[in-house]
């Protein structure tokens, strides 16, 4: 029998893209194969992103144009994951009549029994209910073979005014951490080098679990699996950046100097009415201490421009703070207002033409702020993970530095998955070019 053909369509963030792994790890088990082409799909799955307007309506876009298949097929199936998904639940049924599931992500391991309910009583299914207990460990079919995604938790307890996450993904929930080693372990086992935990607020991990383990506790005995040789987390939250963790991050070899640690705004104005729980300066001491700890680490951030309120001296304040932080890289995004959240009754919102103009200001200083990083670089003997053919060119292959920087070089296949020293000979905003270091 030639297997089924499930296409999967994702948007949003690392944790989304997991769950699509998960998604299509399940439901290889029920002999569908993921294929690249939604016109030969037996099943679409499209893991919707509400983080921002913007993603939401990529994912209703994609919905409506999957929908049209549907006509010449009637037999294929058409499912609606993630995010907007948990937001929107059965009311998204009346929107697109072709959808047959409707799923969030906490439901993810009921996929094979909805997917039995639709074809035996052949009408959709919506599952958004969150089910009691831990997060439930499911198979994930990994596309990458060096690096992998590891979700060490569910869902977010903070209450930050401008997101949507706690409505969409629920209350947080732990894995509990011999699941995490087991599957770490099975990760070394089949020749994953790299591991990246997942979290919403990823080192707020533990704290609804029995077992008295906590993040900096989860991180030793990770750094313990044999074979594993980095590991990375995403995205913690600054109210938890225990001095325990820094000097856990500090003593263990495997965990890499990189961090993301969102700052979201320079202007302690702004950070109260977000709820984020911390000042400029309590982020600037988290900082300083990390640096003192970890010399030479990396750190990333994500910034809001124009969150409601937001005056020219608040952002005046941002600037000043990405200026002094001296980031990696920044992530940064318009305000977008969101269903359910506290922020979507402020008021006062910044005009789009000022944001914009803000935004762009962003722009420019992080974009010179990462060239001088990566320039600082060249020169340097840098370790790097090669992950396989470079997507630009496939003559070169490509890996990344521990601080978490794109390296394009020119490598051979048998190298993926290992780690070879290069050294930095050029660098641009994005990425740095490595050769090999001469003998000495
Ligand atoms: N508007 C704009 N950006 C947002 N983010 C979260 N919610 C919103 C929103 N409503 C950004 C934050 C977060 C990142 C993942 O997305 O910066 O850290």
Known sequence: ?????????????????????????????????????????????????????KSEQKGYSDLGRFAQLKRDKPGLILGMAGCV??????????????????????????????????????????????????????????????????????????????????????????RPSAEIVQETTHLAEAGYKEITLLGQTVNSYGKNLDEGVDFADLLARLDAVDGI??????????????????????????????????????????????????????????????????????LSTDI?????????????????????????????????RRPNTPAAEFGDPVPPEVQEARFQRLSMLEKSLARKKNQALIGTVQEVLVEGRSKRDRDRHTGRTRSNKLVHFCGADEEIGRLVNLRIASAGPTCLEGIRPSPP
């Open 1 to 53: 029998m030639t297997a089924k053909r499930l296409y999967i369509k994702t948007f949003g963030c690392q944790m989304n893209v997991h769950d699509s792994e998960r998604i299509g790890g399940l439901l290889r088990n029920e002999g569908y194969r993921l294929t690249e082409k939604p016109e030969e799909a037996d099943m679409i799955i499209v893991n919707t992103c509400s983080i921002r307007e």
């Open 85 to 174: 998904a948990q937001q929107e639940g059965a009311g998204v049924l009346k929107r697109f009549k072709g959808l047959d599931l409707v799923f969030g992500s906490s439901n993810i391991a009921n996929v094979p029994r909805m997917i039995e309910t639709i074809t035996l009583r052949s009408r959709p299914v919506v599952m958004v209910e969150e089910p009691p207990g831990p997060p439930r460990t499911t198979p994930a079919d990994r596309k990458d073979r060096v690096r992998a995604w590891v979700s060490i938790m569910e869902g977010c307890d903070r209450r930050c005014a401008f997101c949507v996450v706690p409505t969409t993904r629920g209350r947080e929930r732990s």
């Open 229 to 298: 040789v980095r590991i990375r987390f995403e995205s913690p939250h600054p109210c938890d950046m225990t001095p325990k963790l820094i000097e856990t991050m500090a003593g263990l070899t495997k965990v890499c100097e990189y961090l993301h640690l969102p700052l979201q705004s320079g202007s302690d104005a702004v950070l109260e009415r977000m709820g984020r729980g911390y000042t400029l300066n309590d982020y600037r001491r988290i900082v300083a201490r990390l640096r003192e700890r970890i010399p030479g680490t990396a």
């Open 304 to 336: 809001i421009v124009g969150f409601p309120g937001e005056t020219g001296e608040d952002f005046d304040r941002t600037l000043d703070a990405v200026a002094e932080f001296e980031y990696d890289n920044v992530f940064y995004f318009n305000y977008s």
